[in-house]
């Protein structure tokens, strides 16, 4: 019997339903056996029951369970005929011999009609796939263009405000360090003095990140390999994890070629990733870096062993000025989105093994400004 054209049953469930059917013929035929020659009647009804099983195997296993099913019908009725009819009732045998062929017709008709209805139902569910995986890829889509909307608009309002706001910036810290450095070292003023220049420093810091996000630097693409960045960027943050008791883990696919990317630009969404794990993970955790490839496409995983991030802000991160962080400026993803979306490829965030999982995919092929 052919599994592949199996439409109804589960495979746990076959052999239990084959043996139903068999045993069912098996049944109708030692019926006939017991029933006497003069209660015609009754063999007319049994011969009737034969199809129940027959018509059932056609349509759950299609064009070989019906005739499989019909061709043990044969085998297992033809003697009853031979020994019970052909002598006193030739007639009648002719009559059961018939019956027979109508059996296997009934099998191998009923049985294509079970193929067409398998295929039939199986296109249907490759269909509802499909239809499945383009909204998906619609939604995916549509997300896409919204963020890159609200990049646009915001690049262009920040781009603006920070060219405003810099210089006065410059001239408030220079003037600051000149009254500091009026002051005594003992002065209790100077304190306040060292403060305020920290503060605006900080701001600076935080208008530079603005600046770079309303307008990146131009991709210097050059063929570069993707497993060099990643052990480049773990070797930075190595000291750091070890401070904290953190275990940094690489497993690096060696097949995967050289991409056309920017290096110092890859680089830098990379080392955001890393940071942001090694702020989520506690003492004695671990990160992960791994790099592999997938269909098209370049993958690389920061995996950490934090808390992971709530369905809520898993839908948030990638937005500008959101962060859970208390002196974060929330633009860290955000630029790491973009580079990656100019790059062509794609940055998500998932929670895996009850860690966080930053997935950056990028092209194999150059796909860049598409």
């Avoid at 076959?14 to 009647?41: E, K, N, W």
């Avoid at 029951?49 to 499989?68: D, K, M, N, Q």
């Avoid at 450095?181 to 503060?199: C, H, I, T, Y």
Wanted: aromatic share 6%.
């Amino acid at each position: 019997m052919d599994t592949n054209s199996l439409s109804i049953v589960s495979p746990r469930n076959r052999s239990y339903v084959s043996i139903v059917i068999g045993a069912s013929i098996v049944l109708v035929t030692v019926l006939h056996f017991l029933t006497p020659t003069d209660q015609i009647v009754w063999h007319e009804i049994y011969q009737r029951l034969y199809y129940i099983p027959i018509i059932a195997a056609a349509l759950i296993f299609g064009l070989r369970g019906g005739l499989a099913a019909s061709i043990f019908t044969t085998v297992i009725y033809s003697p009853h005929i031979y020994l019970h009819w052909q002598s006193g009732h030739f007639d009648y045998s002719i009559n059961q011999y018939a019956e027979i062929v109508i059996f296997n017709l009934v099998g191998g008709i009923m049985g294509a009609l079970g193929d067409r209805l398998r295929i039939a139902r199986e296109r249907a569910e490759r269909n509802a796939e499909e239809r499945r995986q383009a909204y998906d890829e619609l939604q995916d889509t549509f997300q896409q263009l919204l963020q890159a909307e609200k990049l646009t608009s915001l690049g262009e309002l920040s781009a603006g405000i920070v060219h405003e706001v810099r210089n006065p910036l410059a001239s408030i810290k220079g003037a600051i360090e000149i009254l500091g450095d009026e002051l005594g070292p003992d002065s209790p003023r100077r304190e306040f003095a060292e403060l305020a220049v920290k503060e605006i420093e900080r701001l600076d810091k935080m208008v530079g990140e603005y600046l770079r996000f309303a307008q990146p630097g131009k991709l210097a693409v050059e063929p570069s390999n993707i497993n060099d960045i990643v052990e480049s960027v773990a070797a930075l943050i190595e000291n750091q994890a070890l401070s904290k008791g953190i275990l940094i883990e690489k497993e690096l696919d060696d097949s995967i070629p050289k991409l056309s990317i920017d290096t110092e630009q890859i680089r830098q969404v990379l080392l955001n990733l890393a940071i942001n794990a090694l702020q989520a993970v506690s003492n004695g955790g671990r990160i992960a870096f791994i790099t592999k490839k997938k269909n098209e496409l370049c993958v690389v995983e920061v995996e950490d062993s934090g808390e992971g991030i709530s369905q809520a802000n898993l839908a948030k991160i990638f937005d500008p000025f959101f962060t859970t962080k208390e002196k974060g400026v929330g633009l860290g993803l955000s630029i790491a989105h973009k580079i990656i979306n100019e790059h062509g490829g794609q940055l998500s965030a998932s929670n895996r093994k009850g860690g966080t999982v930053l997935q950056v995919c990028l092209p194999l092929q150059a796909k860049i400004g598409l």
